[in-house]
T-cell receptor, first 117, second 114 residues
Framework: DSGVTQTPKHLITATGQRVTLRCSPR?????VYWYQQSLDQGLQFLIQ???????AKGNILERFSAQQFPDLHSELNLSSLELGDSALYFC????????????????FGPGTRLTVT | DQQVKQNSPSLSVQEGRISILNCDYT??????FLWYKKYPAEGPTFLIS?????DKNEDGRFTVFLNKSAKHLSLHIVPSQPGDSAVYFC?????????????FGSGTQLTVLP
């Protein structure tokens, strides 16, 4: 158990709909990351937040957005869903902050499997 | 453009023998490298990491070697056990800047045969 929790575990929805995925980082971790794993693409970085602020953006579509709240949990919002958005979405967390204290190791949650029909 | 490559999609090894998983990278900005193990229906699990200032890091049965000049790293598992059967991903990140996203390889499915 990594200590990172994600809800829901599975989500089935129709094209055009909007969903919200939730992530709670490990206790004490300030950085949250979102990754997408689709069948043909492997693990792709979407976005990083550090202590409530956006820190880095990867190949995240404009239809997708995220935020990190004061209690450090994060939500990934996916809207106008398309069939191609079906994937596993992983959240990861790391300590962040001072270099040298395991700053770079990211610990992953169990993922949310999104199926768009 | 794949910046982190794992050219072997699969590897089978006999229990008790050594497993060697390979990874190549092209981005010179990468300074920190990590290996993750993934079982089906679970998130990736952190295994071991190495900084570019080192060429070897050991943790129990797992050793990671880094050859900076060749932009190549490898994960050695000795001795291999059936429970090691999983997909192994290598990942890389730069140390400079404030962003810490990981760039992953496509993974290698390791099967350890009893």
């Amino acid at each position: 158990d990594s200590g990172v929790t994600q809800t829901p575990k599975h989500l089935i929805t129709a094209t055009g709909q909007r969903v919200t995925l939730r992530c709670s980082p490990r206790s004490g971790d300030l950085s949250v990351y979102w990754y997408q794993q689709s069948l043909d693409q492997g693990l792709q970085f979407l976005i990083q937040y550090y202590n409530g602020e956006e820190r880095a953006k990867g190949n995240i579509l404009e239809r997708f957005s995220a935020q990190q709240f004061p209690d450090l949990h994060s939500e990934l919002n996916l809207s106008s869903l398309e069939l191609g958005d079906s994937a596993l979405y992983f959240c990861a967390s790391s300590v962040g902050g001072q270099i040298g204290r395991g700053w770079y190791e990211q610990y992953f949650g169990p993922g949310t499997r999104l199926t768009v029909t | 453009d794949q910046q982190v490559k794992q050219n072997s999609p699969s590897l089978s090894v006999q229990e008790g023998r050594i497993s060697i998983l390979n990874c190549d990278y092209t981005n010179s900005m990468f300074d920190y490298f990590l290996w993750y193990k993934k079982y089906p229906a679970e998130g990736p699990t952190f295994l071991i990491s190495i900084s570019s200032i080192k060429d070897k890091n050991e943790d129990g049965r797992f050793t990671v070697f880094l050859n900076k000049s060749a932009k190549h790293l490898s994960l050695h598992i000795v001795p291999s056990q059936p429970g090691d059967s999983a997909v192994y991903f290598c990942a890389a990140t730069p140390l400079s800047g404030s962003a810490r996203q990981l760039t992953f390889g496509s993974g290698t499915q390791l099967t350890v045969l009893p």
